[in-house]
């Protein structure tokens, strides 16, 4: 093997002379071949051996269960991502949940198995300010240092900043030092779970590069693996298209690519003015209140619905001679008020009689609408967008539960065959 290797090398020293000199094709063709042969072989040796591993069929009862840290969103080993308009809550509520892993309480309906180590970055806020919202989370909630136990840990990029890709040109950097660095400290701390807060203050890539945010994005998934941790990114969504009402996962700002890369997504909207009108809540502050969706959770089934918050107010009681004291906002779980909440079933049963004694079609357009009978019956007026809500919601909350159905029929007036509602099980 040595003197085939050794022939090859003088077989490409003769070859390289004769490239600085003239050369013709002939009786030393012999010699360039073993050139091209002896540069192939050690091409081959310096990549890495690829091999299909079998599945080995396994007793599932062996195979070690996901291991969620929080709910069902935040897992060990994986990045998940949140996703928020600015100024709606996000931090807010994110702080909160570290609080309830640090401590091991129930602050927001997601119960905590164990006491969590969480690790906080805020990319743009200064420590200060991190720290106002968890003590006013604190005060809020009763949570003594005692409870937290050291189990919390913040940063502020301001003063330790994070930045794991750079783009040099045409050329994505990864810094992989850094990402050494960062699993280090999480291995040393043993931290369960890092909160990156935003996105966009750990990188300096396009966001509308799909391929550099996806690189991004799965370093951070490498960081949650050689960790065994796990990885929050906290991300803005786009501007508002002309018309839409409320926010998906698919509304990340940027590419898609980061929604793609995540296990698990989630995306905050505020309360409408329609949800505000059935909670009875006045439109000024419906500001204070949001609703958390799953967007994407291809490790769980879809939530049933929707988890809803409230932003307390919370005084700090810093007050000095020159400056007047903080109030900020800390995130409580709410409950939006359930559409039959405030009806009784005297209510829905002269809702029936009244279907009964006329004919009301399914269309919301028709002139003879069934949300007009219903209207009559509860006192709400069908030409005010709040009250047409909720009479829309009503309808398909009763005809789902079979006390209205729908049935085939003819509009007299119009001349023209229609979806009738008429009564189903009555009450």
């Known amino acids: 093997m040595t003197a085939s290797i050794n022939a090859n090398l003088q077989a490409l ?3 390289q002379s004769r490239s600085r000199g003239s050369f013709s094709p002939g009786r030393d063709d012999d010699e360039v071949v ?26 599932p009862r062996t195979i070690p269960p996901r291991r969620w840290l929080y709910g069902r969103h935040f897992i060990r080993r994986y990045a998940t991502a949140t996703i928020a308009p600015g100024g709606l809550g996000k931090s807010s509520l994110e702080l909160v949940e570290a609080l309830a ?49 050291g189990r919390l840990f913040i940063d502020s990029g301001r003063e330790t900043p994070i930045r794991i890709a750079i783009r040099q040109r045409d050329a994505i950097m990864i810094a992989q030092p850094l990402i050494d660095a960062l699993i280090a400290e999480i291995r ?10 935003p996105f966009v203050s750990c990188h300096d890539v396009p966001e509308n590069d799909n391929g550099a945010v996806d690189r991004v994005t799965k370093a951070w998934a490498g960081i949650a693996e050689a960790a065994n941790c796990g990885v929050e990114l ?14 998906s996962v698919e509304d990340a700002r940027g590419g898609s690519a980061m929604i793609g890369a995540v296990r698990s997504a989630r995306v905050l909207n505020g309360m409408s003015p329609e949800e505000a009108s059935q909670a009875g809540i006045e439109t000024e502050h ?9 967007g994407k959770a291809n490790m769980q089934p879809p939530s049933d619905g929707a988890a809803w918050h409230h932003l ?33 079933p005297g209510d829905l049963r002269k809702v029936q009689e009244a279907i009964d004694g006329g004919t009301w079609a399914d269309n919301s357009q028709s002139k003879i609408w069934a949300g007009k009978a219903v209207a009559e019956v509860l006192g709400l007026d069908p030409a005010d967008k709040g009250a047409r809500g909720q009479i829309t919601r009503l309808l398909t909350l009763w005809k789902r539960n079979g006390t209205l159905k729908t049935k085939p029929g003819r509009d007299t007036r119009a001349g023209r065959d229609i979806t009738l509602i008429v009564v189903g099980e009555r009450v």
Not at 102 to 125: F, H, M, Q, S
């Open 101 to 149: 892993m640090a401590t091991g309480r129930n602050l927001l309906g997601a119960p905590v198995k164990e006491p969590l180590r969480i690790w906080y970055w805020n990319g743009e806020d200064p420590r200060e300010e991190v720290e106002r919202r968890l003590m006013a989370a604190c005060l809020h909630y009763g949570i003594t240092a005692e409870e937290i136990g």
């Open 234 to 247: 906290v991300h803005h969504v786009r501007k508002a298209s002309n018309g839409q009402a409320a926010y």
């Open 13 to 15: 020293e003769r070859a």
């Open 286 to 294: 419906r500001r204070r209140y949001f609703r958390v969706d799953d």
């Open 34 to 59: 073993a050139f091209e042969r002896f540069a192939a072989e050690r091409q081959a040796d310096a990549l890495p051996r690829i091999m299909a591993t079998p599945f080995v069929y396994r007793d």
């Open 312 to 344: 307390v107010s919370v005084e700090l009681g810093n007050e000095t001679a020159d400056a007047p004291g903080d109030w900020v906002g800390v995130v409580t779980e709410w409950s939006l008020p359930a559409l039959s909440d405030a009806l009784s």
């Open 188 to 197: 040393e701390r043993q931290i369960d779970l890092i909160i990156i807060d």
